[in-house]
């Protein structure tokens, strides 16, 4: 049998403010599935149902667009032409950034519109293989209350392990 590729799409909302960001994912059947990270605190949260979450620490080398962000990264950039993405005029990049030992490869794509000169409206990953494509960016400041736990959040810890008695 032969392979293929698999796309799986999730539409939703991304918020970026300089030390953290958000996102809000439409899972189907009125579920969003929410993820923030604070790059300034070192975690990420994962809003579960029943009002929980879970942390978990970040890897800033976890990701193409978490390795962009880290100051100490070395960035090596080919410029590959202009593409566009969506309703976006963009410059493709084939981007190499290495940082903390770790070196992450993929392409990036930059928008040239002056109103959104030099977003990333696109990334994908060389090894996963896995895509961002953003299509409709607006440029605003997001409430900082987006990047904090929301109200009654209870932390979600692992369940001891339980050991059952060795029978001999």
Known sequence: ASGGDLTVSYH???????????TDMEMGRGVTASVIVRYDKGVSWTLMPGNHYI?????????LLSSLRDPNAKVNKQDLGPETVGS??????????????HTLS?????????NLDGFIVKSQDATSKQSVTLSDV????????????????QKL???PQQTAPVRH
């Open 12 to 22: 939703g909302k991304m918020y970026d403010g300089r030390d953290a960001s958000r």
């Open 55 to 63: 942390e978990t620490p970040i890897d800033e080398r976890a990701d």
């Open 88 to 101: 976006y005029p963009c410059e493709k990049y084939k981007v190499d950034v290495t940082g903390g030992g």
């Open 106 to 114: 993929g392409w990036i794509w930059v928008a040239k519109a002056k």
């Open 138 to 153: 607006q440029l605003k400041t997001p409430l900082a209350s987006l990047f904090d736990l929301p109200p009654g959040y």
């Open 157 to 159: 810890t692992e369940a």
